[in-house]
């Protein structure tokens, strides 16, 4: 079982549309919770942290489930530029290293 | 500010060959890192250094060796390639290893060994 996995999509969706990204985790001792953007062929960029009582910023939303190892991303209002791959990204284990799980493509459609 | 500089851009290799990836930053940053990442898989953490003097492994080190050379600079070599490091390989910094701060990362090396 991957320590972090995603739905890879992908997902494509007409502008303006709400969509949900899902990610679980296999190490119940996380730490922390990111969640990373890469455009094509591009390098990956920090879009927001996520914490426990979950935390939004402008159109983006994230939340946590300790109890049951999930990650989720909610996107209102998409834009043609949300199109990218979403990166599900943990901190875990006794060295804290990020663990990356293999992202979920989204294409925003006009 | 250029953040985190990587080089080359895009390489070939044959087989057997050697090769040294070079990364710097400009954020005085302690901790460096190097990922390759491979279509459908995450990003894999080959090596890192949490600070100037230290250094190591990561996930998937075989085949590859590093040295931190100074505070802002963290390469990365393959001693004798073969075709299963085909990859695109990034280097990242971030303040503290381990910390929530966020790692930048650079654009990335294109690699191919034929």
């Known amino acids: 079982r991957k320590e972090v996995e995603q739905d890879p999509g992908p997902f494509n969706v007409p502008e303006g549309a709400t969509v949900a990204f899902n990610c679980t985790y296999s190490?119940?001792?996380?730490?922390?919770f990111f969640w990373y953007r890469q455009d094509c062929r591009k390098e990956p960029k920090l879009l927001m942290s996520?914490?426990?009582s979950g935390n939004e910023d402008g159109r983006f939303t994230a939340q946590l489930n300790r109890a049951s190892q999930y990650i989720s991303l909610l996107i209102r209002d998409s834009k043609l530029s949300d199109s990218a791959t979403y990166l599900c990204?943990?901190?875990?284990?006794?060295?804290?290293?990020?663990?990356f799980g293999s992202g979920t493509q989204l294409t925003v459609l006009p | 500010n250029a953040g985190v500089t990587q080089t080359p851009k895009f390489q070939v290799l044959k087989t057997g060959q050697s090769m040294t990836l070079q990364c710097a930053q400009d954020m005085n940053h302690n901790s460096m890192y190097w990922y390759r990442q491979d279509p459908g898989m995450g990003l894999r953490l080959i090596y890192y250094s949490a600070s100037e003097g230290t250094t190591d492994k990561g996930e998937v080190p075989n085949g590859y060796n590093v040295s931190r050379l100074n505070k802002r600079e963290f390469s990365l070599r393959l001693e004798s390639a073969a075709p299963s490091q085909t990859s695109v390989y990034f280097c990242?910094?971030?303040?503290?290893?381990?910390?929530?701060?966020?790692?930048?990362f650079g654009d990335g090396t294109r690699l191919s060994i034929l």
């Open positions: 190490n119940s001792a996380s730490q922390s």
């Open positions: 990204v943990v901190l875990s284990g006794s060295a804290r290293q990020l663990t």
């Open positions: 990242a910094s971030s303040e503290l290893q381990g910390s929530n701060q966020p790692q930048h």
């Open positions: 996520v914490y426990s």
